[in-house]
């Protein structure tokens, strides 16, 4: 099992940050068009609400959202339609937050989010949940596509 050298909200909160440097440093490239980012807004905030529901269901069954040892699959809600609804909803907020700031370069931060969730984070605790959970992770990971 590799060890995994960060968390993923620091890769999230980098991302924001690398945007808003984006804004500032390259106002050149601030071209997407006012009604994009109004939309973005909207959106947004739909990811803050999403974000922090994910969150509230991890703690209702008693789950760590940390790498500590797994006692329960959670299958509800959201869960129903992605394995990772918390990284789903980070890449749809960082896209979101991306065209708010009007950076076209900014658009590449969710694209590198992504991968570093999908190669690095989710592998890692995909083979840990299938470790610490077996048959019931294995039933619930067919089940349940990876992103949607």
């Known amino acids: 099992m590799k060890k995994i050298i960060s968390i993923p909200p620091v890769y999230f909160f980098v991302c924001i940050f690398w945007n808003i440097i984006l804004y500032f440093l390259l106002p050149n490239f601030n071209i997407i068009p006012n009604m994009f980012s109004y939309l973005g807004l909207i959106f947004i905030l739909l990811g803050l609400y999403l ?3 994910s969150y509230f269901i991890f703690k209702k069954h008693n789950t760590s959202e940390k790498y500590l040892p797994s006692k329960y699959v959670v299958q509800s809600w959201v869960y129903k339609i992605s394995r990772n609804p918390m990284y789903l909803w980070w890449l749809i907020f960082l896209l979101w937050f ?3 700031l009007k950076n076209m370069i900014g658009l590449f931060s969710p694209v590198i989010f992504f991968l570093v969730i999908n190669n690095m984070f ?3 605790e ?3 949940m299938e470790k610490e959970l077996w048959e019931k992770y294995l039933k619930y990971k067919a089940k349940v596509r990876r992103w949607l």
Do not use: T
């Open 51 to 53: 974000i922090s529901s």
């Open 126 to 128: 995909e083979d840990k």
């Open 122 to 124: 989710i592998p890692y």
């Open 98 to 100: 991306a065209v708010l």
